[in-house]
């Protein structure tokens, strides 16, 4: 990248002065083109999966490149992305939500699975199942039914979702992997015991049919907007927010930091919802999902410590109260301090999640959909920000159905 870089700036400068304004215009206008595309090369071949040289990379940004556009052009790409993302589909489903539980296996993703599976054979089972889609077995299967049957501890798998006790039964596993059996139940057990006091604090059984009645829901929804768009070849669900439209300023001045996590788990009971019916439509268990978030227009004074407060939080709620329900963490259009804000959070994520995080960069380059293409995501199924064609469906849009649908239900 530096000769390159290096190389633009020498045609640049070796150019024979002139007093016209129009040609001093186009030469500061190619110094800021070449910066640009320098800038953007930088930052996408050096958000790798390895995060130890965060600090270095930033300490070789001696000038900080600028991405920020007038709050003009900030707010009308805003609307742009807002109306992109709530275009509709088709006159029949006009807001995306019939095609989002009706999904479709198109021949070219299962041309894209057979690729996955051949890349990554010990994933998958002789029938093509990943281990979401697979019974409990051997050590798994045995905590299983030792918490269960009470023999592990004071849990009553009437408490939970089934799904849930399946879930832990395989992170108690492979959090702990040295561990005794007995050392990985006792840990079960008590991320059991702690999710049903968070669930019985918060009414979390009943949050996704009464979500009017949590404080300041309105608000977060037209402050943080959040959009599911398609799935991967194997069915994962593509879960995607920008977080330059969140405005964390005005969020902040109407609820505090756990009454956003209130309204985000509203957000997590839909998707676990929308990932069971998905998963009846594929014939098989699919409870895991990929979190997009893209990054662009972010400047670097975003990263205030609000914003990463509020981040870090969302991440510790998903680890510990949804666990193992993440297939990948991908971010796009990812700035170097971005790194730095990850490298913060990361102390609290397991090394298993840490292997689920990508940082990619702009998403006009090549790399960043390719990246999407090696996990089984078609353009159609990828959202615009990874260089896709699907418009998304917002998540308040499936609430609001799913909150009929569950009153309704009540009612009968």
Known sequence: MGSLFGKKFKRLFNKKSTKSKTKIKEGRREVENALAAAAADEMYFSCSESFDDADEEVKRFSKRFSFGKSSNDEN???????????????????????????????????????????????????????????????RSLEIFERISSR???????????PQVLVRHSRVAIENNPTKTIEEQIEYMRNQLECIREWRGRLGADSALRDYEKIPNQKEYF????????????????IFVEKIAEVDVDYLK???????????????????????KRQSKVLDKVVYKHIWVMDLADIKWSSFTHDVRDALHKILKMCIEQYSDTLYRIIMINTPVIFRMVYKG?????KPATKKKVRMLGPTKHPATYEAFRKLGVTRENAPPCAGGTNKGVDILDLVQMYSKELKHEKKH
């Open 76 to 138: 009308n790409n805003k609307k742009k992305n807002k109306e992109l993302a709530n275009a509709q589909p088709d006159d029949d489903d006009p807001k995306g939500l019939r095609q989002l539980h009706n999904i479709v296996v198109t021949s070219e993703q299962k041309e894209m699975l057979k690729k996955v599976i051949a890349k990554d054979p010990k994933l998958f089972d002789s029938n093509g199942h990943m281990e979401e889609s697979r019974v409990l077995s051997g």
């Open 151 to 161: 023999n592990g501890g004071p849990i009553k798998e009437e408490d939970f979702d």
């Open 222 to 237: 037209d402050l943080w907007p959040l959009h599911i768009h398609g799935n991967d070849a194997y069915g994962h669900l």
């Open 253 to 275: 001045t109407i609820m505090t930091v756990e009454e956003a996590l209130h309204v985000r788990m509203v957000c997590h009971e839909a998707i676990a919802e929308l990932k």
């Open 345 to 349: 959070a990361s102390l609290v994520i």
